[in-house]
């Protein structure tokens, strides 16, 4: 199946067209007004070269805020408040640690200084959004995703001590459920997110879905 080579023109190829991998085209640019597109039709960048790589995987990896799921361990921290939770505090070093942090099996990240500028645009526009955990007044783990309509869409998470990731997760998913967020698009499948309650759906359901909630 041939992959579609992206210009300027701000368009995506129907994502039936995407491989048995899920990546549809490739090129293109990161500018906000293509990424909006993108993410509205269930469509996000991933890549670790020059050249972006657009993707729209089958199935899809989701959570429902309802279906949220904690161990009995994550509850006594969460009721010991073990951390510090913010959102929207530290976007740019949310971001800038989810492309440092060293992470098992991969050599690299894919959050290059592009990908890293762009949504920090998308941030100051008030499409992208973090949410942070701090301990000892040091930012220790987060998360950050692009909302929107009653959707949020996942990009990356950190962690620099043991839980940080999964309690900044926990708190933000109990305030995107109290902000009207009915579905979390994970992407792609991780034990991790797996633990949590997410589970995989066919991408049609999903763009289903999200046409009706954005």
């Known amino acids: 199946m041939p992959i579609y080579v992206l ?19 490739m090129g293109g640019d990161l500018s906000v007004d293509r990424l ?8 996000f960048p991933w890549y670790d070269g020059e050249i972006p790589l657009w993707w729209c995987p089958d199935p899809r990896f989701v959570l429902d805020p309802n ?9 006594l921290l969460i009721k010991k408040k073990s951390f510090q939770f913010t959102n929207n505090k530290a976007f740019r070093e949310v971001i800038h640690h989810c492309k440092n942090v060293r992470r098992k099996d991969q050599d690299g ?6 990908v890293e500028q762009a949504y920090i645009e998308l941030h100051e526009l008030g499409f992208a959004h973090s949410a942070e955990v701090w301990q000892d007044k040091k930012l ?17 998470m950190f962690s620099l001590v043991s839980n940080a990731s999964k309690y ?4 933000y998913v109990d305030q995107l459920k109290a902000e009207g967020i009915e579905i979390i ?10 633990s949590l309650g997410a589970k995989m759906i ?5 763009r289903k879905i999200i046409s009706e909630l954005i």
């Not at 900044?168 to 708190?171: K, V």
């Not at 698009?185 to 797996?194: G, M, S």
Request: with cysteine; net charge negative; proline share 4%.
């Open 7 to 25: 210009d300027n023109k701000l368009w995506f190829p129907p994502v039936e067209a995407a491989d048995s991998e899920g990546l549809l085209a």
């Open 36 to 43: 909006l597109i993108a993410y509205k039709n269930g469509i």
């Open 67 to 75: 279906e949220l799921q904690v161990s009995k361990s994550m509850q």
């Open 109 to 114: 990240t894919w959050i290059t200084p592009e």
């Open 140 to 156: 220790v783990g987060g998360l950050y995703g692009i909302k929107m309509g009653k959707v949020f869409f996942g990009e990356s």
């Open 168 to 171: 900044a997760f926990i708190s």
């Open 185 to 194: 698009d994970c992407q792609i499948y991780t034990a991790h997110l797996e």
């Open 202 to 206: 066919d991408r049609t359901a999903f």
